[in-house]
């Protein structure tokens, strides 16, 4: 050890004081690059979540390893800030993916509602009004299409019952 940022100075480790690398494998790697710890580690010190570094020389060589820990309490509040953000990210975007998808789907559907309402209507023999097909009529798409195709038969339906009723009458 050159230095410890422990405030306890008792309890940290003191210049030149020897440390057994051996539980700590990165700890090694981290003469060929910069590595940190995969799980935390604990040692007489408490219990880290460590990250190492290199020190290299003017020729590029690894001469030393510097190290960070970080107290696993604050590496563990730190996970469940993440985990709460997440969760409440996750949720108000469930929520605007489901409203979204809500409007849409109705958009989509009401079309379809009035037509299949005026078809039932012409099936029971009622009267459909041709005029309130007039605004799913005017748009480019399949389901204008449609409703143009429908209105055109709806008066022709009518039309027809009618004059079938006159003849009969």
């Known amino acids: 050890f050159v230095v410890s940022a422990s405030e306890d100075v008792e309890g940290r480790a003191h210049l030149r004081e ?12 981290a003469f060929d690059g910069p590595i940190a710890d995969v799980e935390m580690g604990a040692d007489e010190f408490g219990v880290w979540l460590s990250g190492y570094a290199p020190i290299l020389d003017e020729n590029g060589n690894s ?14 509040e730190a996970q469940s800030r993440i985990r709460n953000a997440s969760l409440i990210m996750f949720l108000i975007a469930f929520l605007v993916i489901f409203v979204t998808v809500f409007f849409l789907s ?25 005029e309130t097909l007039a605004p799913l009529a005017r748009g480019s798409d399949e389901l204008s299409q449609l409703a143009r195709v429908f209105r055109k038969m709806v008066e022709q339906v009518q039309t027809r019952q009618q004059n079938l009723k006159q003849e009969v009458a």
């Open 18 to 29: 020897p440390y057994d690398a051996s539980n700590a494998p990165e700890m090694l790697k």
């Open 63 to 76: 001469i030393a390893i510097v190290g960070v820990d970080m107290l696993a309490n604050d590496v563990l």
């Open 106 to 130: 109705d958009t989509i559907t009401r079309p379809l509602r009035v037509l299949t309402d005026a078809a039932h209507m012409l099936e029971n023999d009622e009267q459909v009004d041709p």
